[in-house]
C-alpha cells in the first residue's frame, strides 16, 4: 500500500498548480481520500477530503472556490487543482486515503503520501 505525491513547485502568486497522488497496492476508488498541508513552524491541516460513498467534498475555508479535489478512478489517482495561489499557500502538501471523515479527524487515515513541496513567492 502506496502513495506517492508529486507536483509541487514553486510558483508566483495568483498562479496555479495540480498535484497529483498516484496510489499503488490497493484500488484507490475504494476509500476517502483527502489532502492536507503543514506550513514551516504549524500544524498539519486539512486542506480538502472527498468521500467515496457520495461524492460529497470538505474544503477549508481558505481554500474553498480556489482548490478543487478529484479522482481518476481508471488512473488510481487522486488530484488537487490549486488555483489563485497565495503566499500563505506555502507548505508541503499530503495526500491520503482512509475509511471515514479524514477531514475532520485524520486518526481516519490509513495511508499517507510522502508530501511535495508547494511554495508561493514572487
Known amino acids: 500500500v502506496q502513495l506517492q505525491a508529486s507536483g509541487g513547485g514553486l510558483v508566483q502568486p495568483g498562479e496555479s498548480l495540480r498535484l497529483s497522488c498516484a496510489a499503488s497496492?490497493?484500488?484507490?476508488?475504494?476509500?476517502?481520500i483527502g489532502w492536507f498541508r503543514q506550513a514551516p513552524g504549524k500544524e498539519r491541516e486539512a486542506v480538502s477530503c472527498l468521500a467515496s460513498s457520495d461524492g460529497s467534498t470538505y474544503y477549508a475555508d481558505s481554500v474553498q472556490g480556489r482548490f478543487t479535489i478529484s479522482r481518476d478512478r481508471a488512473g488510481n489517482r487522486m488530484y488537487l487543482k490549486m488555483n489563485s495561489l497565495k503566499p500563505e499557500d506555502t507548505a508541503v502538501y499530503y495526500c491520503a486515503t482512509g475509511q471515514g471523515p479524514l477531514c475532520t479527524d485524520d486518526y481516519y487515515a490509513s495511508a499517507w503520501g510522502q508530501g511535495t513541496l508547494v511554495t508561493v513567492s514572487s
Open positions: 497496492g490497493f484500488t484507490l476508488g475504494y476509500f476517502d
